[in-house]
């Protein structure tokens, strides 16, 4: 399984049996293709989540997995889509995923509600990852270590819309999580971070920062 960082809150996901894409806002990556994706999750409607995820299904027939609500909205504008709520497992030819709550809020662009926000959870291969979407540090991190036990975490860092790096860190450690992927900071002044103080925060807790640079791919 290999993971691409393609900036802000997006990554994709090779797996054996499909092509993941979280949160497809590619400013950042401008010249991905997205012809083999398979699947797209979205965790909000903000539009920095959202990003291209309509013209992607629309170009290729991946299906949006989204809360119901943002689900209905791509849909009504042509994205094939997979409407769910919190708290089941969802099959797919190349594993399983579940949302999970965040503590956010979930709107478009003229602010219609747009469902609750969420971060998703993926068994794939044998590994967990947790893709916490744009959240505050919040307890249900506890359940989350507690049930699903993640092996990597990406966590937003940014601050002022989200956790900020101290509460990231809190968070890695009620995830009881190894490796730490940063997301949703740098990519505008109000969300800049000193990354290095990310990294210096999480090793002196014994954990692997995974920074990954835009466009990079790790073997996961
Ligand atoms: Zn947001």
Known sequence: ??????????????TQNGKILIDPFLVNSPNYNYSEVTDIFVTHAH??????AIEISKATGAKITAIFELANYCARHGAKTNGIGLGAWIDYSWGRVIAVPAFHSSSFDNGAYGGSPCGFIFDIEGKTLYHAGDTALNSEMK??????????????????????????????????VSVVIPMHYNTFEAINVDINEFERQIREKGKMPGIMKIGCESNI
Do not use: R
């Open 143 to 176: 359940v989350i270590g507690e049930i699903y036990q993640p092996d990597i975490a990406m966590l937003p860092i940014g601050g002022t819309y989200t956790m900020d790096i101290e509460n990231a860190v809190k968070a890695s450690e009620w995830l009881n």
């Open 1 to 14: 399984m290999k993971l691409t960082y393609l900036g802000h809150s997006a990554f994709e996901i090779q």
């Open 47 to 52: 539009s920095d989540h959202l990003g291209n």
